[in-house]
């Protein structure tokens, strides 16, 4: 008997703003000043209505007065660095998500949230989590995950919370940046929701949904991805994978596979096979927070992501 494991990507209380909001990322380089527009998609320093992102990882650097562009809410992934008498306004609220967060490098570097101000290390003490005004949510996202079966990805997703509430339009991206809308799901109450994309790219497949409210208004979930390798690959879901037992389908008779590292060192596993040929694999070694490359005696392989 296969055991599935649903694996939660991501739990994200979205917001949304008065007016339309714009989802702006920073696109730039690490340690980049806020204020440069085409360091940001789309375009444009962010606004007091926008929502803006900073990606895991990236550093983006307030030095000197900010204050009179206005942005409308911050999620931070990765840092939010305030120096040289650095000086944010925004409107609404920040959202740090775990391994992100916001850095004051003294008492003139202040961050104003939701007209309260932090200044220096108390810019730095803001926790993770949502500060400020999180405003009103017409959908509230329990869940978000992908798996690949077969020759297509599979979405699922969850709500907690709808209120006043249209639709899902589910957009698909190869690069994280530019996205395009796939589909649609009307809003149908508290519930578990599902799509599947037909047509994936071989490679990485970027997913987010554009949860939009009766009156027009919109939001973003986050961002997730999948790796597609081809209708040849082996399947292993779900994909990124608990560390402790990875599933694999779709192997042929007298098929046998083998777990790598990216360094080539293998990584020894017990398995169990069902009636139907179908592999539970549980690795002997500590494999959290890992690539790993699961290759067969067939010259077919896929990458496989722990968590």
Same mark, same amino acid.
């Given at each position: 008997m296969n055991i599935i494991k649903t694996i939660?990507? *991501? &739990?994200?209380?979205? +917001?949304?703003?008065?007016?339309? @909001? =714009?989802?702006?990322?920073?696109?730039? @380089?690490?340690?980049?000043?806020?204020?440069?527009?085409?360091?940001?998609t789309p375009a444009g320093i962010p606004g007091p209505s926008d929502y803006a992102i900073i990606p895991a990882g990236i550093t983006v650097t307030v030095s000197g007065n900010q204050t009179g562009t206005h942005v409308g809410f911050i999620e931070i992934r990765g840092t939010l660095d305030l120096t040289n008498n650095g000086k944010l306004t925004v409107v609404d609220g920040v959202h740090i998500v775990s391994g992100g967060g916001a850095v004051g490098n003294g008492n003139s570097d202040q961050l104003r949230v939701n007209n309260i101000t932090y200044s220096g290390n108390e810019i730095t003490a803001i926790p993770e989590g949502t500060t400020g005004n999180s405003g009103a949510y017409p =959908?509230?996202? @329990?869940? *978000?995950?992908?798996?690949? +079966?077969?020759?297509?990805? +599979?979405?699922?997703? +969850?709500?907690?919370?709808?209120?006043?509430?249209?639709?899902?339009?589910?957009?698909?991206?190869?690069? @994280? =940046?530019?996205?395009?809308? &796939?589909?649609?799901q009307n809003s149908l109450g508290i519930q578990i929701y599902s799509f599947v994309d037909e047509n994936p790219f071989v490679g990485n497949n970027y997913y987010r949904l554009k949860m939009v409210d009766l009156d027009g208004t919109f939001d973003y979930s986050k961002i997730i991805t999948i790796n597609y390798e081809g209708e040849d690959a082996l399947i292993v879901y779900p994909n990124p994978s608990e560390s402790s037992v990875i599933n694999v389908s779709g192997l042929y008779d007298s098929e046998e596979v083998m777990l790598y590292r990216l360094n080539g060192q293998r990584v020894e596993f017990d398995f169990l096979e069902s009636n139907n040929g179908q592999l539970q694999i549980t690795p002997k070694e500590k494999v959290k927070a890992e690539t790993l490359i699961l290759r067969s005696n067939l010259n077919r392989s896929t990458r496989v992501f722990t968590f």
């Amino acid at each position: 008997m296969n055991i599935i494991k649903t694996i939660v990507f *991501f &739990i994200l209380t979205c +917001q949304s703003f008065s007016v339309l @909001a =714009v989802t702006k990322t920073y696109v730039g @380089a690490s340690g980049g000043d806020w204020g440069v527009a085409a360091s940001w998609t789309p375009a444009g320093i962010p606004g007091p209505s926008d929502y803006a992102i900073i990606p895991a990882g990236i550093t983006v650097t307030v030095s000197g007065n900010q204050t009179g562009t206005h942005v409308g809410f911050i999620e931070i992934r990765g840092t939010l660095d305030l120096t040289n008498n650095g000086k944010l306004t925004v409107v609404d609220g920040v959202h740090i998500v775990s391994g992100g967060g916001a850095v004051g490098n003294g008492n003139s570097d202040q961050l104003r949230v939701n007209n309260i101000t932090y200044s220096g290390n108390e810019i730095t003490a803001i926790p993770e989590g949502t500060t400020g005004n999180s405003g009103a949510y017409p =959908v509230t996202l @329990a869940g *978000f995950e992908l798996y690949v +079966q077969g020759e297509s990805v +599979q979405l699922k997703w +969850q709500t907690s919370e709808e209120l006043n509430f249209s639709k899902f339009e589910v957009e698909k991206s190869s690069n @994280a =940046v530019s996205f395009e809308r &796939i589909g649609n799901q009307n809003s149908l109450g508290i519930q578990i929701y599902s799509f599947v994309d037909e047509n994936p790219f071989v490679g990485n497949n970027y997913y987010r949904l554009k949860m939009v409210d009766l009156d027009g208004t919109f939001d973003y979930s986050k961002i997730i991805t999948i790796n597609y390798e081809g209708e040849d690959a082996l399947i292993v879901y779900p994909n990124p994978s608990e560390s402790s037992v990875i599933n694999v389908s779709g192997l042929y008779d007298s098929e046998e596979v083998m777990l790598y590292r990216l360094n080539g060192q293998r990584v020894e596993f017990d398995f169990l096979e069902s009636n139907n040929g179908q592999l539970q694999i549980t690795p002997k070694e500590k494999v959290k927070a890992e690539t790993l490359i699961l290759r067969s005696n067939l010259n077919r392989s896929t990458r496989v992501f722990t968590f």
